[in-house]
């Protein structure tokens, strides 16, 4: 009887289940009977095992999860510490390119973009990359610096949270669907949208554009909330009158 519920049930019941089953038929064993017969013939339940390697990447996933601690704390005056960093999509031609960027809080420059045909793990690894040679060239360690994304699939990466970790910077996320926690850069890329003409434009073209765009927006755009001067020459006035 024992088997012949085993095998109905294609191997996939224990000795509590068959325990009951056998009830239901107003037979009644306990469970140490059951599992000495189930022993005896090798009635063995193929229960579903644990898949280690994905609880493994679950647990890093769960770690690569990190807290607000920008805040929408937005208003900064010291340069090179405080960044916020997003992807955003052009459709062009009926393709889509993605921009990443990376854009200091204090002064509004555009410390480092990257265009790519794709929206991918090393779009965002390249954007770092760029990062860390602009650090470089201006002297400054990346060890002072927080930087603040979404939670979009690449910066939750296991990859690039130990690349961040790897350099000394600081990771921030927003909270699940709330783009307002990364609000500099969002309003960011609506004006750049409005700004630029590029529904026609190829992918080496929209390419010359966004790097001509960049270099006007940093050294020529003047903003009214910061002393009326373009990022960098706000910058370079942070750096030396603001303590």
Not at 105 to 119: D, F, P, Q, V, Y
Request: net charge positive.
């Amino acid at each position: 009887m024992i088997k012949e519920i085993f095998d109905n049930k294609k191997a996939k019941v224990g000795a509590r289940t068959i325990k009951m089953e056998l009830e239901n038929q107003g037979i009644t064993m306990n469970l140490k009977k059951i599992r000495r017969i189930m022993k005896k013939y090798n009635l063995f339940c193929l229960v579903r095992r644990i898949n280690k390697a994905r609880v493994s990447l679950k647990k890093n996933k769960e770690n690569m999860y990190v807290k607000n601690l920008l805040n929408r704390e937005f208003e900064q005056f010291t340069p090179y510490t405080y960044a916020s960093t997003d992807i955003t999509y052009l459709r062009h031609k009926n393709i889509f390119s993605f921009l990443s960027v990376v854009k200091d809080l204090a002064t509004g420059e555009i410390m480092t973009w990257k265009l790519s045909k794709e929206m991918n793990l090393k779009l965002v690894l390249e954007t770092i990359d760029n990062l860390e040679k602009y650090f470089k060239k201006s002297n400054l360690k990346l060890n002072n610096l927080l930087l603040h994304s979404d939670q979009g699939f690449q910066y939750t990466n296991l990859v690039y949270y130990e690349k961040l970790k790897r350099l000394g910077i600081t990771q921030s996320m927003s909270r699940r669907g709330n783009s307002v926690d990364n609000a500099p850069i969002e309003s960011f890329f609506g004006h750049m949208k409005d700004e630029i003409d590029y529904k026609n434009l190829d992918f080496d073209e929209l390419k010359e554009l966004i790097d001509s765009h960049m270099v006007e927006y940093n050294y020529k755009r003047k903003q009214w909330g910061r002393k009326r001067l373009a990022p960098v020459h706000y910058r370079n006035y942070l750096l030396n009158f603001v303590v």
